[in-house]
């Protein structure tokens, strides 16, 4: 048997170290929202050879009255660009005038959002992640009911050890990505939301495994203290988590090589999300548990 539990305060300190410097890029930059949630235009380029400048395209696009603009470049010969919202018969207008200096400029993509829309995507994507948390703590707190009158532990400490587990997940996901939005700015959007929402959702699915084998153990009362009950019950689902986490990994990893760019980050959401989900659901929740219960003990004596 692996001594996971007893040693809950290397794998606190581990995450400690993981969560503070997201935590920091957090503060100074924060996420980078996409035309999802701050509505606006949203157009690929890809130019036939030369592509020009960013500054060089900047200046086209300005004296074609497009303002507020962002340029980015993509792979060898695409760009991204970034604006206010415009309507279709002005981007018929905008990608004329660029081909007539740029001949064999080909629109690979082209999204627009008004501002009331995404507006509307933030404040959707905030109250689905708050639903969902209380919806989680509830569910547990009903589902493991009958381990609060047979054992020393009630079914709310349950679902608070799985939410501060979820806090972790989403705490560290959002720092990585304001890590990756600060250096390279990459954003988020709805795909990004739908992405935290999954893993929530995969994350509480095996922490959920473990509290039903410690209820079994502390139900049938196997004579150990409880520490030992919760790493026991630790190990016996350890290789069933880890064997579902990198069956789904093997997958996502082959969408994030071959499904393309317009999913590339969401894919990689989903494969730190599942690692993290699975680290935390074996190392942070369950902790938790004996944490609680030597309190507990402490103001009893």
């Known amino acids: 048997m692996y001594r996971i539990v007893q040693k809950k305060y290397l794998w606190f300190t581990l995450s400690g170290l993981l969560l503070i410097p997201g935590a920091i890029f957090l503060v100074l930059g924060g996420l980078k929202p996409n035309i999802d949630f701050t509505g606006g235009t949203m157009w690929q ?23 507020n603009l962002t340029v980015q470049p993509v792979g060898d010969q695409g760009v991204t ?19 007539e200096t740029y001949p064999g400029l080909a629109e690979e993509a082209y999204e627009t959002v008004g501002p009331t829309i995404g507006k509307e995507l933030k404040q959707r994507a905030v109250t689905a992640v708050i639903l969902v948390m209380l919806g989680i703590i509830f569910y547990i707190t009903f589902a493991f009911r009958k381990i609060s009158k047979a054992t020393i532990i009630p079914s709310w400490v349950m679902g608070l050890a799985a939410i501060i587990a ?40 095996d922490t959920i495994v473990v509290f039903d084998r410690i ?39 082959a969408l994030y090589l071959f499904g393309g760019e317009s999913i590339r980050w969401f894919v990689f959401a989903m494969i730190v999300g599942i690692i993290a989900g699975t680290y935390s659901s074996i190392f942070i929740a369950s902790p938790l548990l004996v944490i609680w219960q030597k309190i507990k003990s402490r103001k009893r004596s």
Request: charged letters at 15%; a negative charge; aromatic letters at 10%.
């Open 45 to 67: 380029l890809k130019f036939a050879a030369n592509r020009p400048t960013v500054q060089e395209l900047e200046t086209k696009l300005k004296e074609l009255g497009l303002n």
């Open 166 to 205: 979820l806090a972790h997940d989403m705490l560290f996901m959002l720092g990585l990505y304001a890590f990756l939005g600060y250096f390279y700015q990459v954003e988020v959007g709805a795909l990004f939301i739908t992405a935290l929402l999954t893993i929530l959702g995969f994350s509480v699915h």
């Open 81 to 99: 660009i970034r604006s206010q919202a415009i309507d279709n018969e002005k981007r018929v207008q905008l990608l004329q005038s660029i081909q």
């Open 215 to 253: 209820r079994e153990h502390m139900l049938h009362g196997s004579g150990q203290d409880f520490e030992t009950i919760i790493n026991d019950s630790v190990n016996q689902t350890i290789a069933r988590s880890l064997n579902t986490s990198l069956t789904t990994i093997f997958v996502l990893v």
